[in-house]
């Protein structure tokens, strides 16, 4: 029977590393600050707009979804540049795949947006 591995620091730890992260995120990367920007605002118009909670569920995922998509994209922008500030034509493939993942993600929470919000905001709810 093999031993188990036991990490250093342990379960709280890793959640204060995971926040750095978030953090590192939002200090260092102008695009997470504006999806933060825009999570905010969606979620202060949800608010004001009293929607439903499967509304609300909907909202919060698609606002997940891109800040999940963003810090992905960062990390490989990162780990990318780390190896080699160098052109190579695979580290641009791995950057512009990633960005279009938060592209992907940002279009979708923007239909989600405009199928949850239409109806309140021209009077057919």
């Known amino acids: 029977m093999q031993e188990e591995v ?3 620091g342990g379960f ?7 926040a750095e992260g978030i953090l590192y995120s939002i200090r260092t990367q102008r695009n997470m600050r504006i999806h933060f920007a825009a999570a905010a605002l969606v979620l202060f118009l949800a608010a004001l707009l009293h ?13 997940f979804l891109v800040l999940v ?3 992905i ?32 993600a940002a ?12 109806p309140y905001l021209t009077c057919q709810k």
């Open 6 to 8: 036991k990490k250093n």
């Open 12 to 18: 709280l730890l890793g959640f204060k590393i995971a």
């Open 51 to 63: 929607l439903s909670k499967s509304e609300f569920i909907c909202l919060l995922f698609a606002i």
């Open 69 to 71: 998509a963003e810090m």
């Open 73 to 104: 994209n960062s990390a490989i922008e990162l780990a990318v540049d780390l190896h080699s500030r160098e052109y190579h034509p695979l580290a641009k493939a791995a950057k512009d795949i990633s960005a279009g993942a938060v592209l992907l």
């Open 107 to 118: 279009v979708c929470s923007v239909v989600i947006g405009i199928l949850v919000f239409y």
